[in-house]
């Protein structure tokens, strides 16, 4: 009967599944720590198109890694409320309470003042898996932009206090937790006045060799157009040698000014149309994957 019993599980003694069940279940302080509120969760360069249409506006997207948000805003009786148009507006859905408290709060937990981080002298960013990857907060103003800036700068502002805010300032740019970036009726000028500049221009990627202005990442650090008119393959059949020469030029000529290129409207439906379409652009080279529908971008 030597050996009888071998490979048998002896009741009682702890597994390493029972020490983790253990662990878990007594709140052990070994398994918490104060950033872990993304834990886990790897950022992608997607860009969450009408982000404010999520069931949960921001958190959704931050939980599935997603490192870029657009929020459109209207500024109207002194107030940036968030929506696509005027009959989608409530009065709590702002700008504010959508995005800068919540962004306030989550920032807080990434960066715990104690003895540990006394001397830390570069604010982490949203995601714990990689602190240095900034949040890209598009801004799209759907009121006039001139009279919307301002606002807009104000409510940044709690941000901008906590240095959170990546700044271009005395020729230096310092990438921090969230880019902030003006796209929609955002005035150009505006933009280029500001000083210290830390709302940037989402600059038209069809039209960066304009000479009127010069593109560059301290401005734009994103460059965008409109897929569907600037390309128009609509991932059905084999895209046209001119067409891809066109997606290459554009990517080309935001790369080279040190901007990343992002495509929207994009097709949505059919599935494999849309999928052909956003593997053409990553094949290419495009740094944003401007999506809809998050779940599908970020398994892609």
């Known amino acids: 009967m030597h050996g009888a019993g ?4 002896v009741l009682g003694r702890p597994t390493v599944f029972n020490q983790i069940t253990m662990l878990e279940q007594s709140n052990s302080t070994l398994l918490q720590y104060p950033t872990q509120f993304t834990q886990n969760i790897v950022p992608k360069q997607i860009h969450s198109h009408n982000d ?14 997603v490192a870029s948000v657009e929020a459109d805003v209207w500024f109207i009786n002194e107030t940036l409320f968030v929506g696509h148009e005027l009959a989608a507006l ?15 709060n989550i920032l807080a937990r990434q960066n715990p003042a104690n003895a540990f981080t006394a001397n830390q002298t570069t604010p982490n960013g949203v995601f714990d898996t990689s602190s240095s990857t900034p949040l890209q907060l598009l801004i799209d103003m759907k009121t006039d932009g001139n009279s919307t800036l301002p606002p807009v700068l104000k409510s940044l502002e709690p941000l901008r206090q906590l240095k959170y805010l990546t700044t271009y300032t005395n020729d230096t740019l310092t990438i921090s937790s969230i880019t902030a970036v003006g796209t929609g009726n955002t005035p150009l000028e505006g933009i280029k006045s500001l000083s210290p500049r830390d709302v940037f221009f989402d600059a038209p990627l069809t039209q960066l060799n304009d000479p009127s202005t010069t593109y560059n990442s301290t401005l734009s650090p994103i460059a965008s157009t409109d897929y569907a008119s600037a390309i128009g393959w609509d991932g059905i059949g084999n895209i046209s040698e001119t067409q891809l020469g066109n997606v290459e030029r554009f990517i080309g ?12 409207d994009t097709p949505g439906w059919p599935v494999r149309a849309r999928d052909g379409v956003w593997e053409m652009l990553m094949n290419s080279g495009a740094d944003w994957l401007n999506a809809d529908d998050l779940e599908a971008a970020s398994g892609f």
């Open 52 to 65: 404010y249409w999520r069931d949960v506006p921001l958190l959704s997207a931050l939980s599935l890694g």
């Open 6 to 9: 071998f490979g048998l599980k």
């Open 90 to 104: 409530t009065p709590s859905r702002t700008f504010d309470s959508l995005y800068i408290q919540p962004l306030l």
């Open 253 to 264: 000529d935001a790369h080279i000014r040190g901007i990343k290129a992002r495509f929207w």
